[in-house]
């Protein structure tokens, strides 16, 4: 049997606002009635327990390495749409907030992209509201972003442009396209990975709901790069190149071509997409194969606990 500090234990790691924290001891038990741990077992299962007990990582520290992605998506979605970010309502929180350097809004000439690009904007505002209510007074205020050179970096990491060129995401439809494309495939494999880590049934349900959302994002980026025709396929595709040599040795990332057929929805060879674990996707957003602590799109590091790179040698 599980004793009182077990589970109390247990559930802290799930539940990150007061409020949470509450309302689980007491349905376990665990408060003012002062029931034994087997109360939560019929509700969790024995195996959900332990499995909290032995995660290392709390719901709250993922979530909030989430809403710093989520920071970063809105700023370069809203800027190409609106030409600003985030109202000052949503940027505040625990650590140093930081400002957005770059970003402006693109003059689109395909109705098409002009409408993905709002509602993508939409939907990335509202994961970062959304979050940040989730996790009430624990949310991480937006860490400083820098879009304009860390394109430029990505870029030229990827072989896209040489040096002394500059690459704006913001220049027309195919170059926001293409900086889109750094993103979402990393925010669906972001989720896919963290999902295993989340202990709180609630805010699991709610991470595949956002993991569902980044995928569509994804599939239209693809798709719509993928008609541009074969150059813009070229330069997707040594995008997605970039990305495996950060994020380390094993190749699954992929290109939106294979072997010059249309590869729109990247899986394995059961039909799943892969995942990346934390330090994997900062791996990507610190545009750096070690183990660091800041750099690329996000200069001084992202907020919260989780904020060291993989490092090259990161297992999958």
Do not use: W
Request: glycine share 12%; hydrophobic share 45%.
């Amino acid at each position: 049997m599980f004793d009182d500090k077990f589970i109390t234990n247990a559930i802290n790691r799930s539940a990150e606002t007061k409020l949470d924290r509450r309302a689980l001891l007491t349905a376990a038990g665990l408060g003012a009635a002062g029931v034994g741990a087997a109360v939560l077992l019929p509700a969790m299962g024995a195996a959900a327990v332990t499995q909290a007990a032995a995660a290392p990582i709390s719901d709250g520290s993922i979530l909030n390495f989430a809403l710093n992605l989520e920071y970063l998506e809105a700023e370069f979605y809203l800027r190409a749409v609106t030409g600003s970010g985030l109202p000052s309502s949503l940027i505040g929180g625990k650590g140093t907030p930081g400002a957005v350097t770059g970003g402006r809004q693109v003059d689109f000439q395909i109705p098409a992209v002009k409408a993905y690009a709002a509602e993508i904007a939409a939907d990335e505002k509202a994961h970062v509201a959304f979050l940040r209510a989730a996790l009430g007074s624990a949310a991480v205020a937006r860490p400083a972003i820098n879009i304009s050179d860390a394109f430029t970096a990505a870029a030229m990491a990827a072989g896209v442009i040489t040096a002394g060129q500059t690459f704006d995401p913001y220049a027309d439809d195919l170059h926001f396209l293409l900086g889109a494309f750094i993103f979402e495939d990393v925010g669906v494999t972001a989720y896919k990975g963290a999902a295993p880590l989340i202990t709180n049934k609630t805010y699991l349900e709610a991470a595949a709901g956002i993991l569902s959302v980044e995928a569509y994002h994804a599939g239209i980026v693809r798709t719509t790069l993928y008609a541009q025709g074969v150059e813009a396929q070229g330069i997707a595709n040594k995008i997605s190149d970039a990305r495996d040599s950060l994020d380390g040795s094993t190749d699954l990332d992929q290109g939106i071509t294979i072997n010059g057929v249309a590869n729109l929805v990247p899986t394995d060879k059961n039909g799943i997409t892969f995942s990346r674990t934390p330090g994997q996707v900062l791996n990507i957003a610190y545009l750096n194969p070690n183990a660091v602590t800041s750099g690329g799109f996000f200069p001084g590091g992202v907020n919260g606990t989780l904020n060291t790179s993989g490092g090259a040698a990161a297992s999958r």
